[in-house]
């Protein structure tokens, strides 16, 4: 997945720009949807700092409400 991340610099040591609307550069950033796996947050983060979190393949709309 690809997002646009507002900076106040065109480098990645520069700060996040508080204003998306207004910022001076857009830093796009291709990441990688990871799956939770039930626990701690703790649990969660050791999991992800030891590289044993899957990527999310596929992605469900989910059911929020009716339709």
Same mark, same amino acid.
């Given at each position: 997945m690809k997002i646009a991340v507002p900076c106040d610099g065109n480098t990645v040591? @520069? @700060? %996040? @720009? *508080?204003s998306f609307g207004r910022c001076i550069f857009y830093m796009i %950033?291709?990441? /990688?949807? !990871?799956k939770a796996v039930p626990g701690t947050v703790k649990h969660l983060i &050791?999991?992800?700092?030891q590289g044993m !979190? &899957? &990527? !999310? /393949? &596929?992605?469900? *709309?989910?059911h929020h409400g009716r339709n």
């Open positions: 040591d @520069s @700060s %996040v @720009s *508080p %950033v291709d990441i /990688k949807i !990871l &050791e999991q992800y700092d !979190l &899957e &990527e !999310l /393949k &596929e992605i469900h *709309p989910g």
